[in-house]
């Protein structure tokens, strides 16, 4: 893999050459420099693949959201779908780049774990509601014969530690005073003890059954996790009467799912 140094904002300048402007110069971008325009366009509603998307169908419908037949067709390379509402068009993407697509205003709204804002932290992002769905948490886990490791900070000042959050990571640490090292992985995480890549790992644990079937105990929660309704803040200012009608109707969705189960507890 060829890699080149990236200055954010800036061009890139190979060794001692300024380039002209007709050439190719690599730019990244922060969210901060990116425009949510206000347009007549369709509001983009973005998705996270996967559990998250099934646990929210529901909601979205409630919601009045349904997106056109090819949304459920796994046979389809569509990416960008029309709703039933002309003013509304989904997005379903990986559930990291769900923020991502937010933030830069790719998309004005979408639904995404808490987990993955927590590792962002992108201030561009506003998250209003708590949607209750996709629980699970993010916990550190270990080979059973290493049990407490990490509650020690008198054992160690230094470990290794395979996960794909590596901001969360080293923040909660930093935190006991260790240095956490980052082998930065993006599945089969519970591998990577059992092979001495790493000494424990950071992973989003569910029921834990995996952890359990490959010799590893989970022996610390850093947080508990749900999916969120985030939004754009741009868009959030220069369309509020649109963004803001979004946001009323997965409050309204929330609210006539929960009537029921209160109804029942009287």
Do not use: W
Request: glycine share 6%.
């Amino acid at each position: 893999m060829v890699c080149a140094h990236v200055t954010r904002g800036t061009p890139y300048h190979a060794g001692q050459l300024q380039p002209s402007m007709s050439e190719n110069a690599l730019t990244v971008l922060s969210p901060a420099q990116t425009a949510v325009p206000e347009t007549d366009s369709p509001l983009i509603l973005a998705l996270p693949k996967g559990r998250i998307l099934k646990a929210a169908a529901p909601l979205l419908h409630r919601a009045g959201i349904v997106p056109g037949p090819d949304f459920n067709d796994e046979k389809s390379r569509l990416l960008r779908f029309e709703t039933n509402d002309p003013n509304i068009d989904v997005v379903r993407v990986r559930s990291f780049d769900v923020a991502t697509f937010v933030a830069f205003g790719g998309a004005q709204i979408g639904i995404c774990g808490a987990d993955v804002l927590m590792e962002f932290d992108y201030p561009e992002i506003y998250a209003p509601l708590d949607l209750g769905i996709g629980g699970c948490r993010i916990s550190i886990a270990q080979p059973k014969d290493r049990s407490g490791l990490e509650d020690n900070p008198n054992r160690l000042s230094q470990v290794r530690v395979a996960t794909k959050y590596p901001s969360i990571t080293r923040r909660h640490f930093a935190a006991r005073g260790i240095n956490a090292s980052i082998v930065h992985l993006h599945g089969a995480m519970e591998l990577a003890p059992v092979l001495d890549l790493s000494h424990l790992i950071v992973d989003l644990v569910d029921t834990g059954s995996t952890l359990r079937a490959n010799g590893l105990e989970e022996t610390h929660t850093i947080a508990h996790v749900t999916s969120r309704l985030i939004v754009n803040r741009t868009a959030l200012k220069t369309q509020p009467e649109r963004i803001s009608a979004i946001i009323n109707r997965f409050r309204t969705a929330l609210a006539s799912n929960s009537a029921p189960a209160k109804d029942q507890q009287a």
